[in-house]
């Protein structure tokens, strides 16, 4: 498996096309989507939302997995509080 070098996606070597320059760099385009928007397009991948240097730059997963952990964890604690006050105003 080889990865995209614009979207960053895991596939074939056997699919998609491997760009060899003639300084003898080579980069892997997974689709000719990828490869029209990096050499045609000219498009910077850290600006369009559907690679995963966009995902890096931005820490868009990162920060939503954060933040539902944190989320359930404050109701975690507020449904336990709630509890203690209802035991404490039975007593
Ligand atoms: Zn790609």
New binding site residues.
Partial sequence: MTK?V??G?EESPYKGVHLIKNDGSTSF???SK?RRNALNLKRDKNKLKWTEAFRITRQRGIEKKNRDTESKAKKELKTEEKKEEVKESKK
């Fill in positions: 995209c614009f979207c996606k385009f997974c689709s990828c």
